[in-house]
């Protein structure tokens, strides 16, 4: 019986994330993460070291998130520029969006869009950050395990099988609502009222999915849709890291573990209800 510990957007919480494996001890024999290990949080290159020396000791996969794949692809460029040029990479924050350091010393600490500030983070660390969020999730946008499949953003309505394209990968990172007839996946933004939520409308048919991307309020009836779970609670704004302990043979659910945020390390920009839709439009 393979229990399965999921555990939603961590985006650099180390703390919240050590406190919830330590809850969940003894109840799993494998662990998912559904993506965004970085971004936003305190400790984003602790959370990276502390994942990738998990996963060398026991069975952990990391879903490729959305800001894990902007991540590696502007560190690559910056690599493959570093190589070109003979330098090491400069960070600069105007060069690397989204990436936000929370403890670092003189941050604008309530603006989710406030830059790295570079200067006390060595170019090693990024590096790594890289490299290990690379061999981490290369190619892992999914994960299809018994009665459930483990994505990051969502799955559009009108699949019906996966593709392999590039675009079908992005889709299943940044899905959020389709379009009410066609069931195509809409670009955050062009949704009308019309529009549901991907995991509202969802039918099961790749089994029961279970994902994070878009912060959700803390209730059971909130987080759980007929074939689908969302573990994204908004850790980084302040709320809650969840995770969930399923059964991946019997497809049952059998322990969500919820642990509240020391603090409020950004600010949202969006935010879903199950009631009350977005509230407010603009993440990416
Ligand atoms: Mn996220």
């Known amino acids: 019986m393979p229990r399965v510990l999921a555990i939603g957007d ?19 024999d494998a662990i998912v993460f559904v993506g965004d290990l970085i971004d936003r949080g305190p400790k984003i290159i602790e959370t990276v070291d502390f994942v990738y020396e998990l996963s060398g000791r026991m069975d952990v996969t990391v879903i490729r998130g959305n800001h894990d794949d902007k991540f590696c692809r502007w560190a690559k460029q910056s690599i493959v520029h ?4 003979g ?38 660390n990024v590096r790594r950050a890289y490299e290990h969020i690379e061999e981490m999730t290369a190619e892992t946008y999914y994960l ?3 009665e459930f499949i483990f994505v990051h953003g969502g799955i559009p309505a009108d699949w019906y099988d996966f593709p392999t394209s590039r675009g079908g990968m992005r889709q299943l990172m940044y899905t959020r609502h389709v379009n009410a007839t066609t069931g195509r996946a809409l670009s955050l933004g062009k949704q009308t009222d019309e529009d549901p939520y991907w995991a509202s409308v969802y039918d099961g048919k790749f089994g029961h999915a279970i994902f994070g991307h878009q912060i959700h309020d803390l209730g059971d009836e909130d987080l759980m849709y007929e074939h689908a779970t969302c573990l994204d609670t908004g850790c980084a704004f302040g709320v809650a890291l969840t995770g ?3 059964d991946t043979d019997t ?14 390390y950004a600010r949202p920009r969006n935010w879903y209800s199950a009631k009350s839709g977005i509230q407010k439009a603009g993440d990416k």
Do not use: Y
């Not at 961590?10 to 799993?28: K, M, T």
């Open 251 to 264: 497809g049952e659910r059998l322990n969500r573990v919820t642990v509240l945020a020391t603090e409020e």
């Open 82 to 85: 570093a190589l070109e040029n």
């Open 244 to 246: 969930i302990v399923v």
């Open 144 to 146: 299809k395990w018994g």
């Open 10 to 28: 961590v985006h650099g919480c180390l703390d919240e994330l050590q406190e919830l494996l330590h809850q969940a001890e003894g109840q799993f």
């Open 87 to 124: 330098k090491v990479p400069g960070i600069k924050a105007k060069n690397m969006p989204d990436w936000q350091v929370g403890s670092v010393q003189g941050r604008d600490e309530h603006s989710s869009s406030a830059p790295l500030l570079c200067s006390v983070l060595d170019d090693h």
